[in-house]
């Protein structure tokens, strides 16, 4: 089923008889996945009250175009970005006539104008406007700009004819808003993806990390939202900026990976462990800065709790995915490894070609499941990740290993 999950929908409402619809519109919107945020015009606020919609939104209504307090929050502009679909139901004949002649004399209109979302109305009026030539023509030149229209359905009106021009229902409405995006594989299961070095602190002003870029695990939890998945990256520190729709929870340590990652377990459907812990850590972390002293200092180092082992050994475990990078015989390394750390699939990287891995922007790998593998061709680490997350799709249905 189409469904809208990581999808922000900006739902106008003009002022007809049909806003009574919005209010349950919000729900199926939010029933298939979306976060929904509310525009009313002026008219609409005559059928129906901004409260109803913020309860159901969880948002704040936008009813001004100049508010110095909504500015504030979140302006005309942050709108007309946030939004992934600009939905307007019910889209009156005056609404129809102001997009069509490109206005913006109020915030829904200006909204239209700013956003590179697509548009899609549900008209709802009288017959006889729907059916005049002048709602014809603007409905006619803004489906030639690549409005999208749902309805009208044809019935009993409001106003006690009977003809075209009924909104549409809500849950029509919303399956026409999902079926404009990509069905995902992954839709609404919740993915938690662990991703960057770790940093394991000797004193206040020094740690041992490494190299990781978190490159990887990103593109995984990109390739994640984009497969519809509700998505949490536990990161460790890198220079990338989490993608939309991605929770981004940053960590320094591998202790504190693990914490936030077995906090998160309960709700967590598919485990995908990217990140490059580190194996040791100091076995104790100095108070004050150590200070330059002798010639040689040996440093006494802990074992790190191993993450992915720990998750793939809880109790209801997720379907986890392991990394494995390797310099030689990497194939029977990674499924020696996949079987020791008890995991549903390993993705394996052969790291003696420093063309790929930690901080390239490329990748080839092999990934293993319990019966099967797939050789992945040297490509984008944003093309390996789609196709590890299809992969994950399509393992994760057949069901997890035992
Ligand atoms: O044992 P090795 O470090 O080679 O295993 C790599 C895999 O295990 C990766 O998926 C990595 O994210 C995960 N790992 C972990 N916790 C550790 C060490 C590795 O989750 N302490």
Known sequence: MAHLFNRNVLLGVSGGIAAYKSAELVRQLQGRGASVRVIMTLGAREFITPLTLQALSGHPVHTQLLDTDAEQGMGHIELARWAD??????????LIARLSAGRADDLLTTAALATTA????????????????????????????GAHIVGP????????DVGPGRMEEPPVIADAAASLFESGLLAGKRVIITAGPTRE??????????????????????????????????????????????QCLPVQSATEMLEKCLALLPECDIFIACAAVADYRPATIEQQKI??????????????????????????????VGFAAETNDVLSYARDKMQGKGLDMIVANDVSDLSIGFNSDHNEATVLWRDGEQV??????SAIARQIVELIGAINKVGKCV
């Open 376 to 381: 992945l061709a040297r490509s984008g680490k």
């Open 85 to 94: 679909l600009l939905l307007v139901a019910p889209a009156t004949a005056d």
């Open 291 to 320: 200070k330059k002293g002798p010639e040689q200092v040996i440093l006494q180092l802990a074992r790190n709790p191993d993450i992915v082992a720990a998750v793939a050994a809880s109790e209801n475990s997720p379907f986890t």
């Open 201 to 246: 602190a000797l004193d206040p002003v020094r740690y041992i990390s490494n190299h990781s870029s978190g490159k990887m695990g990103y593109a995984l939890a990109q390739a994640a939202v984009d497969a519809g998945a509700i998505t949490t990256l536990v990161s460790g520190p890198v220079n990338l900026a989490p993608p939309k729709h991605v």
């Open 118 to 145: 697509p548009l899609m109305l549900a008209p709802a009026m009288n017959q006889q406007m729907w059916q005049d030539p002048a709602t014809i023509a603007n409905i006619t030149q803004l489906s030639a700009r």
């Open 153 to 160: 359905a044809v019935g009993q009106q409001a106003c006690g």
